[in-house]
């Protein structure tokens, strides 16, 4: 596996080649099938998982069983949560939605490797603001502008994530159920078959073999209120 090996994206196009190796140095690399999961909601956060194959889905289960879904990770990304408290457990589940390769990184290393070097720790708290960031402009669509905006928002960070440019638009290259959608902003299936076929009226969208092309991604952004931020922020 090179250096460059899944780093064209997330975490690993923060650092530099040097702590990418320093990092490396205290994985170890496991396998996981489509289907399961790296941890459970409420499990004890005492690794960091980085992936360099496959794609893996961070979900939160509501009181009423409901199951919402947060980030869509792929190669790059690093998953977990880094605490100042001991005994933290996590919030999300991981679920596995593509064979996956991932490098585990048990806590204890990875704090010794932050306190040996500095430049190593700037570009992990670089790496925690983004996702901060990314957090809190996901709240920001889910809470302000209703479930349409919700799922403009959806559709847009679809497209910065897994988006194709064409000559009709931007063809969102991953395959998506009308409920997989719905979990992704807190909505029924119903609603979202709704605004989708609203959308496809407009010409907004189109939908061909289990794929949507956004045509007008302009008017996407004005009913969200795009607020024109960069990729990085503006993903899955």
């Given at each position: 596996m090179?250096v460059t090996a899944g780093?064209?994206?997330g975490?690993?196009?923060?650092?530099?080649?040097?702590?990418?190796?320093?990092?490396r140095?205290?994985?170890?690399?496991k396998?996981?099938?489509?289907?399961?999961c790296?941890?459970?909601?409420?499990d004890?956060?005492?690794?960091?998982?980085?992936i360099f194959e496959?794609r893996?889905?961070s979900t939160?289960?509501?009181?009423?069983?409901?199951s919402?879904?947060?980030?869509?990770?792929?190669?790059?990304?690093l998953?977990?949560?880094?605490?100042?408290f001991?005994d933290s457990?996590?919030?999300?589940s991981?679920?596995?939605?593509?064979d996956?390769k991932?490098?585990?990184?048990?806590?204890?290393?990875?704090?010794?490797?932050?306190?040996?070097?500095?430049?190593?720790a700037?570009?992990?708290?670089?790496?925690?603001?983004?996702?901060?960031?990314?957090?809190?402009?996901?709240?920001?669509d889910?809470?302000?502008?209703?479930k349409t905006?919700a799922?403009c928002?959806?559709?847009i960070?679809?497209?910065?994530s897994?988006?194709e440019?064409?000559e009709?638009?931007?063809r969102?290259?991953?395959?998506?159920s009308?409920?997989?959608?719905?979990?992704?902003?807190?909505a029924?299936?119903?609603s979202?078959?709704r605004?989708?076929?609203d959308?496809?009226?407009?010409?907004?969208?189109t939908?061909?073999?289990?794929?949507?092309?956004v045509?007008r991604?302009?008017?996407?952004?004005e009913?969200?209120?795009?607020?024109?931020?960069?990729?990085?922020?503006?993903?899955?």
């Amino acid at each position: 596996m090179t250096v460059t090996a899944g780093r064209q994206s997330g975490f690993g196009a923060i650092l530099t080649d040097e702590s990418f190796e320093r990092l490396r140095g205290i994985m170890y690399i496991k396998s996981v099938e489509k289907g399961s999961c790296l941890f459970w909601e409420g499990d004890a956060a005492d690794k960091l998982f980085y992936i360099f194959e496959g794609r893996i889905k961070s979900t939160k289960m509501s009181d009423a069983g409901r199951s919402l879904t947060l980030y869509l990770h792929q190669n790059g990304d690093l998953i977990g949560q880094m605490e100042p408290f001991k005994d933290s457990t996590h919030s999300t589940s991981a679920e596995v939605t593509e064979d996956a390769k991932v490098g585990v990184i048990q806590r204890k290393d990875l704090e010794t490797l932050l306190w040996q070097h500095g430049d190593l720790a700037l570009e992990f708290m670089k790496w925690m603001g983004l996702m901060h960031r990314l957090t809190q402009t996901k709240f920001r669509d889910l809470m302000l502008f209703g479930k349409t905006g919700a799922l403009c928002s959806l559709l847009i960070r679809l497209c910065n994530s897994y988006g194709e440019e064409q000559e009709d638009g931007i063809r969102i290259d991953l395959k998506l159920s009308n409920t997989e959608m719905a979990d992704m902003i807190g909505a029924t299936r119903e609603s979202v078959n709704r605004m989708l076929a609203d959308l496809k009226k407009e010409k907004v969208i189109t939908y061909k073999d289990g794929h949507y092309t956004v045509n007008r991604i302009e008017y996407l952004k004005e009913v969200c209120c795009c607020e024109n931020c960069p990729k990085e922020v503006c993903r899955m």
